[in-house]
Structure formats: C-alpha cells, structure tokens
T-cell receptor
Framework: AQSVTQLGSHVSVSEGALVLLRCNYS??????LFWYVQYPNQGLQLLLK??????LVKGINGFEAEFKKSETSFHLTKPSAHMSDAAEYFC??????????FGKGTHLIIQP | DSGVTQTPKHLITATGQRVTLRCSPR?????VYWYQQSLDQGLQFLIQ???????AKGNILERFSAQQFPDLHSELNLSSLELGDSALYFC?????????????FGPGTRLLVL
C-alpha cells in the first residue's frame, strides 16, 4: 500500500521567489513518484517523474525534484516563480499494480 | 493537448439515473485508467484496463463499471447515481500500463447529479 502527504494545501510566493512544494510518500515497495500540474478547468499534465535512474529529476517549465529515500520525500522546487505557475500541484506515487495514489494537492499562488 | 479525448465535457443528470462516460486513449496506448476527482475525496484511482482486460481495481463502487473495447476506447458506466457522485472524472492512458510509465490525462468529464 502507498500514500502521499502534501504539506500545505495553499502556498503563496512572490513572483521571482523560490517555489518549494513538499511531498512525503509511504510505500511498501520501491516507489515511482510523479508531480502533475492542473490548471483551472483542465486535465493533469506531467511535470516530472522519478523512476530510480537519478535522484535529482528535471522537469518542464524549470521545475525539478529530488528523491530522498532516507526522508521519504520528493519535494518540488523552482528557483524563480512566474505568474503562469499559479495552479494546483499534485504529487503521486505508484508502487504496485494499482493506479496512481495522489496527494490532496497544493494550490500555488503567485503574488505580483 | 495530451492526445486523450473524453466525452461529454459536461453532464447534468438526476439521482437514480445512469450515465456513460467515454474515453479515447492516445494513439498506440494500450492501457486506460479512470480517476475520480471530488472535493471530499480528492483524486482517486477507480480502475485500469489493458488491451481489453481489467488489470487493477481501486476505489470503484459496485454501482460503477467500465470496459475497454477492441478499438481500445473505454467507457465508464455510473448507475443509480447519488448526489455524492458529482465529480470530475478523468481518463488517462499509457503505453503498456507498467508502473513507471507516464499516464497522460484527458480533459475530464464534469458530472453533476441533481
């Protein structure tokens, strides 16, 4: 069984500031981890994924995430926030035959 | 555009009714997944099909059923609808259905049960 915890249902940052969205996972088997973004009235788009090839994963739109097994974390970062980054972000884990298990999401707000 | 299409985009119906949601996966993808997104439960995995066969089941109610057809499109049937079934239903597809594959999501069907 697996689970995902996203700390902070809402995160607000200023434009140009560092974005840090936290994700901790629990999995009984080696996990595959994903970050998806959802813009209003749209489906989910993959930002990046961890598949054990490298612990630091680079994704689209300048986002990256680091897999830390000792901390069971997969936090998402971006050095400089842009207004277009405002959206809902979901961390997800897949550790078995089931589909993705999602966290509850973090709503990212960008202050001008 | 992910390449996954879902119809209809919106659906309004009454309690007790039955509806069918349709999904066409990306060209070449054999695996289809259904997810439900609601304010109460968040995003939940419902069911997965691979090349016409059911592969995995998640939190799918007995009133719900799905199938994948020979042309690989999939339908999710929701019956005896209740107010709590109001949600956004997403379909996703991937090439083979293995764990590390990217799942590509469609735009969703928004269901409102009155």
């Amino acid at each position: 069984a697996q689970s995902v915890t996203q700390l902070g249902s809402h995160v607000s940052v200023s434009e140009g500031a560092l974005v840090l969205l936290r994700c901790n996972y629990s999995s009984s088997v080696p996990p595959y981890l994903f970050w998806y973004v959802q813009y209003p009235n749209q489906g989910l788009q993959l930002l990046l994924k961890y598949t054990s090839a490298a612990t630091l994963v680079k994704g689209i739109n300048g986002f990256e995430a680091e897999f830390k097994k000792s901390e069971t974390s997969f936090h998402l970062t971006k050095p400089s926030a842009h207004m277009s980054d405002a959206a809902e972000y979901f961390c997800a884990v897949r550790g078995g035959a089931d589909g993705l298990t999602f966290g509850k999401g973090t709503h990212l707000i960008i202050q001008p | 555009d992910s390449g996954v299409t879902q119809t209809p985009k919106h659906l309004i119906t009454a309690t007790g009714q039955r509806v069918t949601l349709r999904c066409s996966p990306r060209s070449g993808d054999l695996s289809v997944y259904w997810y439900q997104q609601s304010l109460d439960q968040g995003l939940q995995f419902l069911i997965q099909y691979y090349n016409g066969e059911e592969r995995a089941k998640g939190n799918i109610l007995e009133r719900f059923s799905a199938q994948q057809f020979p042309d690989l499109h999939s339908e999710l049937n929701l019956s005896s609808l209740e107010l709590g079934d109001s949600a956004l239903y997403f379909c996703a597809s991937s090439v083979g259905g293995v764990q590390q594959e990217t799942q590509y999501f469609g735009p969703g069907t928004r269901l409102l049960v009155l």
